[in-house]
């Protein structure tokens, strides 16, 4: 079955160090790739996404992800996260000629000054 | 200028109530759709509309109902409510299917939390 895991529940770092949170899909195709933030009490707000070409996709709010086809995997960056960056991390899947986003669930990410 | 929104923002009733929750974009989507987030934060598609015609249903309850007037709006209606319909309800439209980068990109309101009691 199609499916999206994001292996950490929650991860806490300190402000100005660097983010990786991850994520894994399990697909026999290549999806189309998103990372979306929710801050406390609000909707979700794109952050990145990956359809096809450069591997390494540029995001809003100085955030990249990788996609690696031989990991399954689209892991998000930040090289510096400031305090402003806590909030709930989610990964999702759109699979080809299907409208369905498929979210992973959720990695809140804490910041300490 | 909000690109969908969703109303109310919060909703508390009773058990076997009936109640409903709107929604509406101004992005010139074709197609609109309804999650459900529950409390562990765990978001999962409901339904999908794409101009007004159901493509989507995720083996949700038949007490849940949407209805799509136009393009534009997509409402949800829940009959009978129970204690385990509690949850926050995120409403997102895109344009699937097309040619580009838009393509599966959604858009999210900014949800309506409904509390049974």
């Known amino acids: 079955a199609q499916s999206v895991t994001q292996p950490d529940i929650h991860i806490t770092v300190s402000e100005g160090a660097s983010l990786e949170l991850r994520c894994n899909y399990s697909?026999?195709?290549?999806?189309?790739l998103f990372w979306y933030v929710q801050s406390p009490g609000q909707g979700l707000q794109l952050l990145l996404k990956?359809?096809?070409?450069?591997?390494l996709v540029q995001g809003i709010k100085g955030f990249e992800a990788e996609f690696k086809r031989s990991q399954s995997s689209f892991n998000l960056r930040k090289p510096s996260v400031h305090w402003s960056d806590a909030a709930e991390y989610f990964c999702?899947?759109?699979?080809?000629?299907?409208?369905?986003?498929?979210f992973g669930t959720g990695t809140r990410l804490q910041v300490f000054p | 200028d909000t690109a969908v929104s969703q109303t109310p923002k919060y909703l508390v009733t009773q058990m076997g109530n009936d109640k409903s929750i709107k929604c509406e974009q101004n992005?010139?989507?074709?197609?609109m759709y309804w999650y459900k987030q529950d409390s562990k934060k765990f978001l999962k598609i409901m339904f999908s509309?794409?101009?007004?015609?159901?493509?989507i249903n995720e083996t949700v309850p038949n007490r849940f109902s949407p209805k799509s007037p136009d393009k534009a709006h997509l409402n949800l209606h829940i009959n009978s409510l129970e204690l385990g319909d509690s949850a926050v309800y995120f409403c997102?439209?895109?344009?699937?299917?097309?040619?580009?980068?838009?393509?599966?990109?959604?858009?999210f309101g900014p949800g309506t939390r409904l509390t049974v009691t």
């Open positions: 997102a439209s895109s344009h699937p299917g097309t040619s580009g980068s838009s393509s599966y990109e959604q858009y």
């Open positions: 697909y026999g195709a290549t999806p189309y």
């Open positions: 990956y359809f096809s070409g450069d591997t």
């Open positions: 999702a899947v759109a699979f080809y000629n299907t409208d369905k986003l498929i």
């Open positions: 992005l010139g989507h074709d197609t």
């Open positions: 509309y794409n101009n007004k015609e159901l493509i």
